[in-house]
């Protein structure tokens, strides 16, 4: 059951009050549940961080929030608040669940059971083939694959399922979209039946510290989340970590211990993790979950009751307990957290090949579509390779990284 929805001034308060300096999803909410509205904790603002010691915050204007507004309309999307129709239940159900969500494309798939697919940004050519086809029968089982629109694992898993509907979740503004070269591929998402979801203000650059923010958002849409490939230093064990800490299933695909992108997902094995080598493994986990109601996480929408009086003011930093993601102001580009590096560019054909192989042999053809190379650009670089000592060639024409 849904709330009934934000009038319109209500809904340029509430963005007023999560754009303000400071306030990220727990304090909004303390601050809405103290005063009975945004209105009135804009208006209580500057006296409670003074009572803090915070000193002055820069609180969102109106015309802000308006130009916001409008420039979301623009690209044709809208923001949908806790406890409207169209937030998703889950991403609810956690405890920093941003209260308001841009969305652009289908508001509606949101409706239907989610699972997340995250992986390597320098994925292996059998990571990436296996991630898409998971995700196309996930799709094809009746689920939604929600990624962060990364290179490597997260496109070839949004375009598995591109037929069946997937949710990209941004970790910038909806017109600044990361990495670039996905924007046809976004577009292909929105305009396919699936949805774009960003919490970041229009404009805004995607930083380092906006990534672990967007995978806390990739966690909490979805009922479990799926590691294809990740080094023990990487982003997706950090997706992986917020899963579990909202109570979510965690599956991982296990892969060669030669291979250090196979390091971090066959240690969440190890810690707990459900082994994931076929779409049945997944299913056969969440269909008990979805087919029990109870079982679902439970939706807490915020209620904005305006007129209600203000209780008693406060005087520590109860109101600031923020996660280090959210208000400390954002974090210099350089300062990207574990895994969140983009790889280096291959510099040359030969080390792209190189870089889409692992200890599992893989076909000469899938490498070829993997690496959109020509077949015999492939094989011209795969013999230097071997000349090199770097490879081992295999019954089947597959090949392999030298062990």
């Known amino acids: 059951m849904s709330a ?22 727990r304090t909004f909410r303390a601050l809405v549940n103290q005063f009975g509205g945004a209105r009135a904790a804009l208006e209580s603002l500057p006296d409670v961080a003074r009572r803090a010691g915070r000193g002055a915050l820069r609180i969102a204007s109106r015309a802000e929030a308006e130009r916001e507004i409008a420039a979301l309309a623009r690209l044709g999307g809208r923001f949908v608040a806790q406890g409207e129709a169209g937030y998703p239940r889950p991403l609810l159900a956690t405890d920093t669940s941003p209260p308001l969500i841009a969305v652009r494309g ?45 290179r490597g694992i997260d496109a070839r898993a949004h375009r598995g399922a591109l037929a069946t509907g997937t949710v990209a979740v941004l970790a910038g503004g909806h017109d600044r979209i990361y990495p670039s070269e996905h924007e046809a591929l976004l577009e292909s998402i929105v305009g396919g039946g699936g949805a774009a979801i960003s919490e970041m203000p229009i404009g805004w650059e995607p930083r380092g510290r906006d990534f672990p923010r967007r995978n806390r958002i990739v966690s909490g849409l979805s009922y479990g989340v799926v590691v294809v490939e990740a080094a023990r230093r990487s982003g997706s064990l950090i997706t992986a970590r917020f899963a579990l800490e909202q109570g979510r299933e965690v599956f991982a695909v296990p892969g060669s211990p030669l291979d250090p992108r196979a390091e971090g997902t066959n240690d969440l094995i190890r810690g707990g993790a459900i082994l994931c080598s076929d779409v049945e493994h997944v299913l056969s986990v969440l269909a008990p979950l979805l087919a029990d109601p109870e079982r679902l996480p439970a939706a807490g929408a915020l209620q904005d009751n305006a007129a209600r009086e203000p209780g008693p003011a406060y005087t520590g930093d109860e109101l600031w307990e923020e996660l280090d993601l959210f208000g400390a102001g954002p974090a210099p580009v350089a300062d990207l957290r574990e895994g969140e590096e983009e790889p280096a560019r291959p510099a040359s054909d030969r080390d792209l090949v190189l870089a889409l192989l692992s200890a599992a042999p893989v076909a000469i053809d899938d490498l070829a579509r993997q690496a959109a190379l020509p077949v015999r650009v492939v094989q011209l670089a795969l013999v230097e390779l071997e000349l090199a000592g770097a490879i081992l060639r295999h019954p089947g024409n597959t090949v392999s990284l030298q062990g």
């Open 4 to 25: 009934p929805g934000l009038s319109d001034e209500q809904r340029l308060d509430w963005l007023r009050l999560i754009r303000s300096e400071r306030i990220g999803p």
């Open 106 to 150: 289908s508001v509606e798939i949101s409706a239907r059971p989610t699972v997340a697919i995250v992986g390597s940004r320098n994925a292996s050519a059998l990571g990436s083939t296996f991630a898409e086809r998971l995700s196309a029968e996930l799709g094809r089982a009746g689920y939604v694959v929600v990624s962060g629109l990364a």
